[in-house]
């Protein structure tokens, strides 16, 4: 199911063409952090990461929750859609799931997920996304998805981590705490103790820390949002 389009992104056709391309052919990595928000602001980021994306390879998307789970799903920290194609406005996309229980009712909710579609069908036709929703809470929940991830890095699979590197703040603290995110990545720190204690708020710190452990454990800078408002947006790529 569209539930976002018209909202976070445009839906007429022309508008999406002047948001994904040009995409410029780039070398390839192993994982990324893309941020949310409306996709004018950083469809430069996205085009950047499917500069490095061929077509035909392997998407593993993975997106936080930013509520708690339903409490039919309490306990429970991952969840995949049900296998489907997505006909977007510039395309179709393949979904399918790793097997995890069912996503539906978070994807009303979370748009994030949504933002990768328009990029998908026109630069990688024949790429299959797995989406995967969480709600990690722990090290040990890091480490699990960690372990699951291993398994699908075959070398034509990438790996994408939705997530902003702040919560919403102040307008005058946003850019502060972003480049106090960014710092922690590139020099390959520890996350889950400084996010526990709330000394960084970026939402997907946990899908971050997973994804860490699977490559080298420190991240590049390709660039940041052309308008921080509440909340600090940048894009990083790991090998």
């Known amino acids: 199911m569209i539930y976002h389009s018209g909202i976070f992104y445009p839906d007429a056709q022309e508008e999406l063409i002047k948001l994904v391309t040009p995409i410029e ?35 593993i998307a993975l997106i936080p929750i930013h509520r708690e789970v339903l409490m039919k799903d309490n306990g429970k920290k991952l969840f995949s859609p049900l296998s489907r194609i997505e006909e977007t406005t510039l395309g179709n996309v393949k979904i399918e799931s790793l097997g ?3 996503s539906a009712p978070y994807e009303e909710e979370e748009y994030s997920l949504e933002l990768l579609y328009p990029f998908i069908a026109y630069h990688n036709p024949d790429s299959v996304l797995y989406p995967v929703f969480a709600h990690l809470e722990s090290g040990e929940d890091t480490k699990k998805l960690a372990n699951d991830l291993k398994k699908l890095d075959d070398g034509n699979t990438v790996f994408i981590a939705s997530s902003n590197m702040t919560a919403k703040m102040e307008t005058s603290d946003v850019e502060c705490e972003r480049d106090k995110m960014v710092s922690l990545l590139e020099n390959g720190e520890k996350l889950m103790e400084r996010w526990k204690k709330g000394r960084i708020s970026a939402c997907g710190t946990p899908l971050i820390e997973s994804i860490s452990r699977i490559g080298s454990g420190r991240w590049h800078l390709l660039g940041i949002s052309e308008k921080e408002t509440k909340a600090g947006h940048a894009a990083l790529y790991m090998d």
């Open 25 to 59: 052919e780039k070398e390839t990595h192993k994982a990324f952090i893309l941020p949310h928000m409306e996709l004018k602001s950083i469809a430069h980021l996205y085009r950047e990461v499917f500069g490095s994306i061929r077509n035909g390879m392997r998407i």
């Open 100 to 102: 995890y229980d069912d």
